[in-house]
T-cell receptor
């Protein structure tokens, strides 16, 4: 079965410090991994994805994520946090070889609230 | 501008009433989705559609009905609203390739009294 875990409901970091938002996943085949960000009263916005190739993926707004197959993780990182990065972050996985009606379906984690204080 | 729009943004309805949430996308994406977002549950898939006239159930389809007569529209109907359907509803779409990201609308906040 496919699933995503975001072990931290909240992450707090000071502006200028590096940030990490954690994500682990479980799929039966090869994973397609995504990170999304949600600002208040808005829909989710796509940040970055891992499909294949280089384990370090760069995305929007200076974010990057590292795919680690042995640890089944896809942590989101940023070298220097900004107050404007404060938002709700979602990790999601799609199974490359999902069966039947779940083919191509995206499974979301419960989200991590990131707060960056000045 | 191209995009995905949901209407209304806010809706209050009474228990037992039928209500329809609208979703329209201008990208001609083949796949469309309805999610609900609730505190403690994250995003849960209600229904999705792979193309016009092709729909399938997600995790929480009970009490909801969808249709997709045109590629660009994917309305979600609550046949007889219940308080447990109070939620924020998001429509999303993506291209047909499996590694395509989802594009979300800004949501409809529905309150059932």
């Amino acid at each position: 079965a496919q699933s995503v875990a975001q072990p931290e409901d909240q992450v707090n970091v000071a502006e200028g410090n590096p940030l990490t938002v954690k994500c682990t996943y479980s799929v039966s085949g090869n994973p397609y991994l995504f990170w999304y960000v949600q600002y208040p009263n808005r829909g989710l916005q796509f940040l970055l994805k891992y499909i294949t190739g280089d384990n370090l993926v760069k995305g929007s707004y200076g974010f990057e994520a590292e795919f680690n197959k042995s640890q089944t993780s896809f942590h989101l990182k940023k070298p220097s946090a900004l107050v404007s990065d404060s938002a709700l972050y979602f990790c999601a996985v799609r199974d490359q070889w999902g069966r039947g009606s779940t083919l191509g379906r995206l499974y979301f984690g419960r989200g991590t609230q990131l707060t960056v204080w000045p | 501008d191209a995009g995905i729009t949901q209407s209304p943004r806010y809706k209050i309805t009474e228990t037992g009433r039928q209500v329809t949430l609208m979703c329209h996308q201008t990208w001609s994406h083949s796949y469309m989705f309805w999610y609900r977002q609730d505190l403690g549950h994250g995003l849960r898939l209600i229904y999705y559609s792979a193309a016009a006239d092709i729909t399938d159930k997600g995790e929480v389809p009970d009490g909801y009905v969808v249709s997709r007569s045109k590629t660009e529209n994917f309305p979600l109907t609550l046949e007889s609203a219940t308080r447990s359907q109070t939620s924020v509803y998001f429509c999303a779409s993506r291209q047909g390739t499996i590694n395509s990201p989802l594009h979300f609308g800004n949501g409809t906040r529905l309150t059932v009294t």
